[in-house]
């Protein structure tokens, strides 16, 4: 099942109609009254909005989250999702609501039509839990504002999926009040991280150069779609937007509106076919992100013109006097103690690691402080 004969709809805007024609009837004839909250958050394409048709092939279809409160999940939650399972239409607006897996060894779901209990995607939980499973925070986190080591172990993947999809129904109150607190890094938490960022781009912008010159135009290359894609990523914190991981990196920075002479300096920096035009590219791009930086008035201005490479013929923007300006801005204590290695996904990027809230805390809690 990859489409069903209506033809394709979004997904948020399915799981709505999921909610509220199949869910909630269910909900209030078998328990009126009992508080709960509705929304699609988490994994999958659509809760970032990028779902096409494609989607539809694997672990997409109607789902979703619903959070009771705590005592409320632990005594009501695995009954009512045996239920869902038996009292569920089989399908929604022509969309199977039933899932089957393909590989018993295999946890991706398909949907697929079935006479049968629904194999369903309605997960039942608290705000608590499922908060302390994406992100690492403590059971109580909607209540209380994350500490500076909770928002560095927090990828921004992660991150954009809590905050993003939708909320359907709010009656605990919890998961908005918990959404609201994590839609953006608090400010001092948000200089940091720029800071770092620019700092990833200040150690590589001069490899591009020094690869070529010794004839290694694939290792110059390569340095160069790093420093592209550490730019679309200083882009959207610059634009207040948590990045998403790679398969939807390209995607979201295009919805920033930051132009399209980036955009094809960018592009230009990816396809040039010698470090010339590669340089050229590239340093009109630092440019441009440099002036977007002077214009947040975080920090005093930074002379955003590039210049050569000490003595050596490479010219780069010398991102590193960004870094330290952006850095004298920041007053936090636990911050300023910190080297410039920023947030979990800003020096790491495998999709295990950032998987694992609990060690990406314990890796955090161990940075050491600077001069210690």
């Not at 694997?58 to 045996?82: I, K, M, S, T, V």
């Not at 500076?148 to 999926?161: F, I, K, S």
């Not at 909320?167 to 800071?195: C, E, I, K, N, S």
Request: some cysteine; aromatic content about 8%; overall charge negative.
């Amino acid at each position: 099942m990859t489409i069903s004969d209506a033809g394709f709809l979004p997904g948020l805007a399915l799981s709505r109609i999921f909610y509220e024609e199949a869910v909630r009837p269910v909900l209030d004839e078998s328990y009126p009254g009992l508080r709960h909250a509705a929304a699609r958050v988490g994994t999958g394409s659509e809760v970032l909005g990028f779902d096409t048709a494609r989607s539809a092939d694997h672990e997409w279809g109607p789902q979703l989250n619903l959070f009771l409160a705590p005592e409320d999940a632990a005594e009501h939650g695995p009954d009512l999702h045996r239920l869902l399972t038996h009292r569920l239409p089989k399908q929604v607006r022509g969309w199977p609501t039933h899932f089957r897996h393909n590989d018993p060894a295999d946890p991706v779901g398909h949907m697929a039509r079935t006479d049968g209990p629904v194999n369903h995607r309605v997960s039942v939980g608290d705000v608590g839990g499922w908060l302390h499973a994406e992100l690492g925070l403590g059971p109580e986190a909607y209540e209380a504002a994350p500490t500076v080591h909770d928002w560095l172990a927090m990828p921004q993947q992660r991150l954009a999926e809590v905050t993003g999809g939708a909320v359907f129904h709010d009656g605990l109150g919890t998961l908005g009040a918990a959404r609201r607190r994590l839609a953006w890094y608090p400010d001092q938490v948000w200089r940091y991280l720029l800071a770092c960022q620019w700092q990833r781009i200040s150690q590589e912008e001069a490899f591009v150069g020094r690869c070529a010159e010794v004839g290694d135009d694939l290792g110059s290359a390569v340095v160069a779609g790093r420093l592209v894609r550490d730019l679309m990523r200083l882009c959207l914190l610059l634009r207040r937007r948590y990045a998403p991981y790679g398969k939807w990196l390209g995607s979201a920075f295009s919805r920033l509106g930051v132009g399209e002479e980036l955009s094809a300096s960018l592009r230009g920096a990816l396809t040039a076919s010698d470090h010339a035009m590669r340089e050229q590219h590239l340093c009109a791009a630092y440019e441009f992100v440099a002036a977007l930086q002077n214009e947040t008035g975080q920090a005093g201005p930074v002379d955003s013109s590039c210049r050569p490479y000490h003595s050596r013929p490479f010219r780069v923007l010398r991102a590193d006097r960004f870094a330290r300006a952006l850095a004298e801005t920041v007053t936090d204590p636990v911050l300023r103690g910190l080297p410039l290695s920023g947030s979990v996904d800003q020096w790491a990027d495998s999709t295990d690691v950032l998987g694992q809230p609990q060690l990406l805390r314990a890796v955090v809690g161990a940075l050491p402080r600077v001069g210690s």
